[in-house]
């Protein structure tokens, strides 16, 4: 079975600032996916980012970008120049490439760009 | 093209009684799950369906829950009777499925429900 752990329940930072959030997890997998997704009050989750395990090169889009360190089973968010609009949960998520490609979360880092 | 529909987006019962939540998932989607996020985790994975047929069911609670998708498109959840722990955020969500290019699965916007 997969585990994910967010070990930062909480964050804050100054608007234009960069953070970065840590997520590490467990599989026994050889291939699969990870994800990044934000969930605002309206609870709609909405994908940030995705890094498919086999790929060395780490995942950008636009302000957000990965450190993906297969080895240790690490995979932190980096939001550059924060916005106002990036204050949400964030959820690590582990997805399987095999069978049933379910998704395992981890326990949620709430983010909030201070003005 | 329309995203993941889920209604009601809010529902208060009380224990005992029994609720059903339903989903319409994005035109084409093979895969449909249904999440159970409680205040303040991360989504936990009820059930998952491949068209019609149950791939994932581990985690449901049968003596309470069920779910179906009878044709393969949309899907409804029920809970009878309900608990108090039951109070939570039900998220569907669905993907194109295992044969189809890997890509994300997209959520809808989540029935709360609260169990008084």
């Known amino acids: 079975a997969q585990t994910v752990t967010q070990s930062q329940p909480e964050m804050s930072v100054q608007e234009a600032e960069t953070v970065t959030l840590s997520c590490t997890y467990d599989?026994?997998?050889?291939?699969?996916?990870l994800f990044w997704y934000k969930q605002p009050p309206s609870r709609q989750m909405i994908l940030v980012i995705r890094?498919?395990?086999?790929?060395?090169q780490n995942a950008t889009e636009n302000r957000f970008s990965v450190n993906f360190q297969k080895a240790a089973k690490s995979f932190s968010l980096k939001i550059s120049d924060s916005q106002l609009g990036d204050t949400a949960m964030y959820f690590c998520a582990h997805g399987s490439n095999f069978g049933n490609e379910k998704l395992t979360f981890g326990t949620g880092t709430r983010l909030t760009i201070i003005p | 093209e329309a995203g993941v529909a889920q209604s009601p987006r809010y529902k208060i019962i009380e224990k005992r009684q029994s609720v059903a939540f339903w989903c319409n998932p994005i035109?084409?989607?093979?895969?449909l799950y249904w999440y159970q996020q409680i205040l303040g985790q991360g989504p936990k994975l009820l059930i998952q369906?491949?068209?019609?047929?149950?791939?994932?069911d581990s985690q449901l609670p049968k003596d309470r829950f069920s779910a179906e998708r009878l044709k393969g498109v949309d899907s409804t959840l029920k809970i009878q009777p309900a608990k108090l722990e039951d109070s939570a955020v039900y998220l569907c969500?669905?993907?194109?499925?295992?044969?189809?290019?890997?890509?994300?699965?997209?959520f809808g916007q989540g029935t709360r429900l609260t169990v008084v």
């Open positions: 890094q498919e395990a086999y790929k060395q």
């Open positions: 969500a669905s993907s194109p499925g295992a044969n189809r290019r890997k890509t994300e699965a997209f």
């Open positions: 599989t026994s997998e050889s291939n699969y996916y």
């Open positions: 369906f491949q068209n019609n047929g149950v791939v994932d």
């Open positions: 035109s084409g989607h093979a895969t």
